[in-house]
């Protein structure tokens, strides 16, 4: 294992000091593994908590800040960080109106916010929460029951944040994140497994001409492993199952991100490929999102998500975000 | 080798359809393999042209646009575009008062940018060439006369991008973009070497506990090959030669970019090392960007750059851009 990090115990510890050097927006409690907004929201304001395992950034560290989440709690790589760690967080945010949690599907996850939300029910703070379960790769897996939650995470976090800032209570914007949930769709596929640094070696072995169709963002095994194949049949695999999900047509925010080690112009590449399949479904690309946006540590593959969008949505989407991983507008 | 493309042939192509289908802000002109501003800037405006072989995206065609370059042209893998493609862009987006070429320095570029250069001035339009040589791993390289350029290419698109958004004249831009060239500071590590789609194979080996110091962008050899360590002492052995080159303490832009393999996750971890190191040396990171700026296709492994700035520069590089990777404050 060849990593730029000083200890498998100390990775997720470095990084959100990382983090906090980089960007004078975060302010980091580095003792209970949590970022914060440096500039709090008004009393008032509907707040937004999400979180889960590292290894997967920029989620979800990366996108706390105006028009996004308010905090991001971090577990060590690939596992659920603690209901202790997201109470704080949830005690710490919230502006007299509620918290929305937003989670991914995994059982970790699932059960520690939950047991988070108890926590924070006692202490009289409302807390709604929207569970991400939009992996259509696979109807269950060694980490979850249901679909796992992937790349639709990302855009609800910005949408619903958006939504947040222009003040809306907490029942609409749970409503609006649970549409969203219930409408982004997602499909990945690795060319190469990820090596958690505390295990040192890969989760699985692919043979040098070998893919993992619907792999999940911790290593669990997809639909099938296929022999590797060129851009336009990877392409037809990765739309293909999203269509038959029930894809409706229509505009939609679709994002390519890549799952840690591929480079972009693998992706524009992929994303070349891609749009005309939509655009064949009547599925139009009015903005796209490519580039490490959730990731599995060192995996190299990819993953789309197809999220269908109205004005409203759209106008969320446009809002202006400053994150340190997504800026635009302010 | 498994990569997302669909051949080597079409590989820079492809990638090129699929920025203009996700950015509706640039324009491709596919033919000539030139990446454009969807919308050209005012007569009486100097314009800014780079490029260079494809394969260090988001470098060059991803930073097209408001507040950096009017256009990038791009060549085959790790190959010079050709002075036919270079004049193309430089004929149209001349506005009257000249151009200015920024160039990174290696043998092909500097040739056929200095042979578009003389074209241009035979059909009248004033052009005055930057030359990046930043990186302080090698005296000289297999690629090159002189250092490689590198890192500061991106920090001195922005800054002077942004100085030329302001309307000032070809000769002060000119004289701005040289005092960065002369100031900014690369070095780079390789954990792994890159695979060129049309070789298939890496272009160089490494033993599992083996790196490269001062590895080239196109994985030209470095200063030494030694055995991995743990990120307190990589970040010293790239941030000292930086400090040995003469690096003046006070304010500084510190750019960490991911060789396009590694993920962020270890460059927040590895930064987190570097702010420390450089302030003890008196060099303050007043701004950061960290991420996958400028590659080496598949390489793992990190470049960092520094530039001196004050605060015409900081106020240049907090000017509003608008480009496919790099985008705030409009």
């Not at 989670?103 to 929460?129: C, H, M, P, S, W």
């Not at 990765?238 to 112009?265: H, K, Q, R």
Request: hydrophobic share 45%.
């Amino acid at each position: 294992m060849k990593k730029l990090i000083s200890s498998p115990e100390t990775v997720v510890a470095d990084a959100l000091r990382g983090l906090a050097l980089a960007h004078p927006g975060v302010r980091v409690d580095h003792e209970r593994r949590v970022v914060y907004r440096a500039e709090p929201k008004d009393f008032g304001t509907v707040a937004l908590v999400s979180g889960g395992g590292s290894g997967h950034e920029p989620l979800h560290t990366g996108y706390v800040g105006f028009g996004m989440l308010d905090a991001a709690v971090a577990g060590d790589v690939f596992t659920s960080p603690t209901p202790d760690q997201i109470h704080a967080a949830t005690i710490a945010v919230e502006r007299g109106v509620g918290v929305l949690h937003i989670v991914k599907n995994y059982t970790g996850d699932v059960l520690n916010f939950e047991l988070a939300a108890e926590l924070a029910q006692a202490a009289r703070i409302e807390v709604r929460t929207v569970l991400v379960a939009d992996d259509v790769a696979v109807a269950d897996s060694t980490f979850t029951a249901g679909r796992r939650g992937t790349g639709t995470t990302v855009l609800l976090e910005k949408i619903v944040g958006a939504a947040a800032e222009q003040g809306h209570d907490l029942d609409t914007l749970h409503e609006l994140a649970t549409r969203i949930a219930a409408s982004g769709r997602s499909m990945g596929v690795a060319l190469s497994a990820a090596t958690v640094p505390a295990a040192g070696v890969p989760t699985f072995e692919l043979a040098d001409n070998e893919i993992e169709w619907g792999v999940g963002i911790h290593g669990e095994p997809g639909r099938a492993r296929q022999t590797m194949a060129p851009a336009p049949e990877l392409a037809e695999r990765l739309v293909g199952p999203l269509v038959a999900d029930g894809l409706p047509a229509g505009d939609a925010i679709v994002m390519l991100s890549g799952l840690g080690a591929t480079p972009l112009i693998e992706l524009y590449a992929m994303l070349a490929e891609m749009v005309p399949l939509l655009e064949a479904v009547g599925v139009r690309a009015v903005r796209t999102l490519v580039g490490n946006t959730i990731t599995a540590l060192d995996m190299a593959g990819c993953l789309i998500t197809v999220l269908p969008v109205d004005a409203e949505l759209l106008s969320y989407w446009d809002a202006p975000v400053e994150t340190p991983a997504l800026r635009w507008g302010r």
